[in-house]
């Protein structure tokens, strides 16, 4: 446990701002470890390989509308138990890559250097290359019409140095903008574009492409369950609906230099076993690199549909 952080009940204080009416909710027993003065939480006491009760589920749902970021340490999972977690929290995304490059429907992203044969990749290899479009703010799968609620990893193997993860609130951030300024970014809506943020890094395959054509959020997002509002941003947000391009960049490169001072960062060193879950709706993420010649990673990605569509 870091220093500045301390266990506590989640029945006593974690969810103590929740709005919910817990009169009538029995939350279990799990204890909760803050990360971040904005965001994310370490939970201790569950075991995420076996049959999830309503009321487990139920919480893990309050913990991600009020942390953002979930680390479960100690799991053992296997890709089917990862892909039952996955059904459990909602509608299981069909991963874009294989899909819009093969049309075969596949329900994981493997996010590392390591192939099917379990052979490793270097820093050459253009899947590494591809990955590397990763290193972009982003949230994941903000470019689909209907993008994902969270994202869900499972790390079997980690490098030794390096590869850590880097999280944002945008819920911090828009709770920092002032009120004229939520009110104007509240009336606004942004392009999000797939082929414009990794091609800035590495080439897509044309039939990929393809099946992500751009598409429209609001640029002001709020949950469903606590009404709290976030920013909708990242390196795939690519323009301003009504705004022209140097403009768009002025007010999305803003943003973002305002989401993601260091401050703000949540830095995350993978280990092994350790599930994490964060909330694509209101998080942005980037990888750091590490060394693929040297080095093996290996973590399994599954996504849970969002709720929202985007604007028609
Ligand atoms: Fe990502």
Not at 67 to 95: H, I, K, M, W
Not at 155 to 179: D, I, N
Request: aromatic share 8%; proline share 4%; hydrophobic share 35%.
């Amino acid at each position: 446990m870091t220093e500045g952080t301390k266990l506590v009940s989640i029945v006593s204080l974690a969810f103590s701002h929740q709005t919910i009416d817990r009169g009538e909710i029995k939350l279990v027993e799990f204890s909760v470890e803050p990360l971040h003065a904005d965001f994310g939480a370490r939970l201790h006491g569950l075991n995420l390989s076996a049959d999830l009760s309503d009321l487990q589920l139920r919480d893990i749902h309050h913990a991600i509308d009020t942390y953002s970021f979930l680390c479960f340490p100690n799991q053992t999972l296997s890709d089917d138990n990862q892909l039952a977690l996955t059904s459990r929290l909602g509608v299981a995304e069909v991963e874009h890559v294989t899909l819009g490059s093969t049309g075969r429907t596949s329900y994981f992203g493997s996010v590392g250097n390591i192939n099917e044969e379990g052979i490793q990749q270097g820093n050459q290899h253009r899947d590494t290359r591809y990955q590397s479009g990763n290193h972009l703010w982003h949230s994941d799968s903000s470019f689909r019409h209907q993008p994902s609620y969270v994202s869900i990893m499972y790390p079997y193997e980690v490098p030794g140095e390096g590869g850590a993860t880097e999280f944002v609130s945008q819920r911090a951030a828009y709770q920092r903008l002032g009120k004229v300024e939520q009110s104007t970014y509240q009336e606004m809506t942004a392009i999000h574009d797939y082929v414009f943020s990794r091609t800035q890094t590495a080439p897509v395959n044309f039939c990929h492409a393809a099946s992500l054509p751009p598409v429209k959020h609001p640029l002001i997002r709020a949950n469903p369950t606590n009404q709290l509002r976030n920013l909708y941003i990242g390196s795939h947000a690519r323009s301003i609906v009504g705004l022209d391009g140097i403009e768009s960049r002025r007010v999305i490169d803003l943003l973002l230099d305002n989401t993601t001072r260091p401050q703000d960062i949540l830095s995350h060193n993978w280990q092994v076993g350790e599930v994490v879950i964060w909330d694509n709706r209101c998080v942005l993420h980037r990888g750091t690199g590490y060394d693929a010649d040297r080095w093996r990673r290996h973590m399994r990605q599954t996504r849970v549909v969002g709720e929202h569509k985007g604007v028609l």
